[in-house]
């Protein structure tokens, strides 16, 4: 099998530490070329990860006939942009969450998508790990009862100046950069889009993005939503889901290398709850959501990270927003 040819634009920490090793462990994606702003910078990097091309522009990789798919981890303020120029020079685009931050940019990228027919997708890669996979089996099988109640939290601590998700210009603030993953998880697991949300958001003082967001989703089945992100915090990421019958509690939800914590457990709504443990073996999300992105483009297989997923994602924060600032619950 011909191993798909990636580029990746700009020397970020999450290629660094998740993708590039996760691309070079796959027996069907290669990396073969990163790009930067600085060309010593792109030199250095190439080296460290063991990549044989680098270039000192985005637009020098994008012109490399070489390369199928491009990878963007850039600042999210950057990522329609880029797909945009990547798009132009045919590229496949694989692009970090989240993939814009207006409705109108993802409507866009869907025309764009298909006028083009090359394919475009956000990176989420939580939605490849067999644990949730299961749970969204038991959820969708009616086995349990309908999901009534979920609840997510995704804290971490970042008091760094620099750190792009402390600049407002860049598309920084927790909502867009880590609020997303219960309220993906939450989309995805109840298997519906909220109709309604409410949203509470503290600013930070220093930085003038978001820093303590806390939101509530109302789904047409009456089920609720809520979760809480925050970047002043201990870090900590947690979600439950709580049906007729049963309660489902997730440790460590959107990650999946962390061998003590592949797991959920399961317990009855009756009192005394009786529970029960189911472990998974540990996987590297970020390879299995590689593949399948390969396998989109390559064997017309379905994306998890697509762009309608993008476009009721991104619908769900601008509402959230839209709350905190008016105060009200508004429609979505
Ligand atoms: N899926 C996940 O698990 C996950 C985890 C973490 C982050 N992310 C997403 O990945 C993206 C990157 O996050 P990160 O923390 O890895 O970022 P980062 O380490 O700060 O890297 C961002 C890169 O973008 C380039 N860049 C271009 N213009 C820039 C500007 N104006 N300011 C700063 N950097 C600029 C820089 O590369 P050059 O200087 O080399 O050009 C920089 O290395 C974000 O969209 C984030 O939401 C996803």
Same mark, same amino acid.
């Given at each position: 099998?011909?191993?798909?040819?990636?580029?990746?634009?700009?020397?970020?920490?999450? /290629?660094?530490?998740?993708? =590039?090793?996760?691309?070079?462990? #796959?027996?069907?994606?290669?990396?073969?070329?990163?790009? #930067?702003?600085?060309?010593?910078?792109?030199?250095?990097?190439?080296?460290?990860?063991?990549?044989?091309?680098?270039?000192?522009?985005?637009?020098?990789?994008?012109?490399?006939? #070489?390369?199928?798919?491009? %990878?963007?981890?850039?600042?999210?303020?950057?990522?329609?942009? %880029?797909?945009?120029?990547?798009?132009?020079?045919?590229?496949?685009?694989?692009?970090?969450?989240?993939?814009?931050?207006?409705?109108?940019?993802?409507?866009?990228?869907?025309?764009?998508? *298909?006028?083009?027919?090359?394919? =475009?997708?956000?990176?989420? /890669?939580? %939605?490849?790990?067999?644990?949730?996979?299961?749970?969204?089996?038991?959820? &969708?099988?009616?086995?349990?009862?309908?999901?009534?109640?979920?609840?997510?939290?995704?804290?971490? $601590?970042? *008091?760094?100046?620099?750190? =792009?998700? *402390?600049?407002? $210009?860049?598309? !920084? !603030? /927790?909502?867009?950069?880590?609020?997303?993953?219960?309220?993906?998880?939450?989309?995805?697991?109840?298997?519906?889009?909220?109709?309604?949300?409410?949203?509470?958001?503290?600013?930070?003082?220093?930085?003038?993005?978001?820093?303590?967001?806390?939101?509530?989703?109302?789904?047409?089945?009456?089920?609720?939503?809520?979760?809480?992100?925050?970047?002043?915090?201990?870090?900590? &990421?947690?979600?439950?889901?709580?049906?007729?019958?049963?309660?489902?509690? =997730?440790?460590?939800?959107?990650?999946?290398?962390?061998?003590?914590?592949?797991?959920?457990?399961?317990?009855?709504?009756?009192?005394?709850?009786?529970?029960?443990?189911?472990?998974?073996?540990?996987?590297?999300?970020?390879?299995?959501?590689?593949? /399948?992105?390969?396998?989109?483009?390559?064997? *017309?297989?379905?994306?998890?990270?697509?762009?309608?997923? #993008?476009?009721?994602? &991104?619908?769900?924060?601008?509402?959230?927003?839209?709350?905190?600032?008016?105060?009200?619950?508004?429609?979505?």
């Amino acid at each position: 099998m011909k191993k798909s040819r990636w580029g990746i634009l700009g020397t970020a920490g999450i /290629a660094r530490k998740q993708l =590039i090793p996760s691309l070079q462990s #796959s027996d069907m994606c290669e990396v073969v070329a990163v790009a #930067s702003r600085d060309i010593e910078k792109a030199k250095q990097f190439a080296q460290d990860t063991h990549i044989a091309h680098y270039y000192g522009s985005y637009e020098a990789l994008l012109e490399d006939p #070489s390369i199928d798919i491009i %990878y963007i981890p850039l600042p999210n303020h950057l990522h329609v942009e %880029y797909i945009k120029k990547a798009v132009s020079y045919g590229k496949h685009v694989l692009c970090e969450k989240p993939i814009a931050l207006s409705v109108a940019d993802v409507e866009e990228l869907i025309a764009l998508r *298909n006028s083009s027919g090359l394919m =475009i997708g956000e990176a989420y /890669a939580m %939605y490849y790990q067999p644990r949730l996979q299961e749970i969204k089996k038991l959820l &969708t099988s009616g086995s349990i009862g309908e999901p009534l109640v979920g609840h997510g939290v995704f804290f971490l $601590t970042n *008091n760094d100046k620099d750190n =792009i998700r *402390n600049a407002y $210009t860049v598309g !920084g !603030g /927790a909502l867009w950069d880590i609020g997303v993953y219960p309220i993906a998880v939450g989309r995805w697991l109840f298997g519906a889009e909220p109709v309604e949300v409410s949203c509470e958001i503290e600013n930070d003082k220093d930085f003038n993005v978001d820093h303590f967001t806390s939101g509530l989703l109302k789904f047409p089945s009456g089920g609720r939503l809520s979760f809480s992100c925050g970047m002043k915090h201990p870090s900590h &990421t947690h979600m439950s889901f709580s049906t007729q019958t049963h309660r489902i509690e =997730i440790e460590k939800t959107y990650h999946s290398d962390y061998p003590h914590s592949q797991f959920f457990e399961i317990f009855t709504g009756d009192y005394p709850s009786k529970g029960k443990k189911v472990s998974f073996d540990p996987v590297d999300q970020y390879r299995l959501e590689c593949e /399948a992105f390969h396998n989109s483009i390559f064997n *017309n297989e379905p994306f998890a990270g697509s762009l309608e997923n #993008s476009l009721s994602q &991104t619908k769900t924060i601008v509402a959230l927003f839209k709350a905190a600032s008016s105060k009200k619950v508004e429609r979505v």
